[in-house]
T-cell receptor, first 114, second 108 residues
Framework: DTEVTQTPKHLVMGMTNKKSLKCEQH?????MYWYKQKAKKPPELMFV???????INESVPSRFSPECPNSSLLNLHLHALQPEDSALYLC?????????????FGQGTRLTVV | KNEVEQSPQNLTAQEGEFITINCSYS?????LHWLQQHPGGGIVSLFM???GKKKHGRLIATINIQEKHSSLHITASHPRDSAVYIC??????????FGQGTRLTINP
């Protein structure tokens, strides 16, 4: 199994809603990542988890809250988002953080904030 | 100036043509990745390389560490190769630095 699975694929939420994005991998990877991608732009790193601990937070606003409940799962909790947060949110995993290893990406969650 | 520069930004070609996409970087790296992104979002890892050359099917990736340059070649291009190709460098700091991407369109 070489897949990173993200759910949901599409999400529309209001600015007062609370929602969560989910990411799952069963490759035994110990590093997991959240990226945000706006249209026609490259992905921007948001968070890195290494061995289930948050190792990088790229100054992301607190309305985005990551969680890594176990080595296979990564969540991104969303609360009080703004319309400019509408984007494609990509999850990725790799064998180890800090060592060159192939990155596996999910299909992404396309988020629209209304 | 971006740390990772790709050229061209857009490329349109006819089916069967040989395609080259270039990537230059200005930082020290531990590896370089070539990624493919189709409309609809998902990103697929094509290659990870730190030296020399790799080949997979019709795709070839090369890297010259001294010149800080990498190329992705597609032989016998096909409309299904139409996608955005992204070069990303791994500086060994748990994060990738991405180029702006090359939008490739192959016409039948």
């Amino acid at each position: 199994d070489t897949e990173v699975t993200q759910t949901p694929k599409h999400l529309v939420m209001g600015m007062t809603n609370k929602k969560s994005l989910k990411c799952e991998q069963h490759m035994g990877h110990r590093a997991m990542y959240w990226y945000k991608q706006k249209a026609k732009k490259p992905p921007e790193l948001m968070f890195v988890y290494s061995y289930e601990k948050l190792s990088i937070n790229e100054s992301v606003p607190s309305r985005f809250s990551p969680e890594c409940p176990n080595s296979s799962l990564l969540n991104l909790h969303l609360h009080a988002l703004q319309p400019e947060d509408s984007a494609l949110y990509l999850c990725a995993s790799s064998q180890e953080a800090g060592y060159p290893s192939e990155a596996f990406f999910g299909q992404g969650t396309r988020l629209t904030v209304v | 100036k971006n740390e990772v520069e790709q050229s061209p930004q857009n490329l349109t070609a006819q089916e069967g043509e040989f395609i080259t996409i270039n990537c230059s970087y200005s930082v020290g790296i531990s590896a370089l990745h070539w990624l493919q992104q189709h409309p609809g979002g998902g990103i697929v890892s094509l290659f990870m390389l730190s030296s020399g050359k790799k080949k997979h099917g019709r795709l070839i990736a090369t890297i010259n560490i001294q010149e800080k340059h990498s190329s992705l070649h597609i032989t016998a291009s096909h409309p299904r190769d139409s996608a955005v190709y992204i070069c990303a460098v791994d500086q060994g700091a748990q994060k990738l630095v991405f180029g702006q991407g090359t939008r490739l369109t192959i016409n039948p």
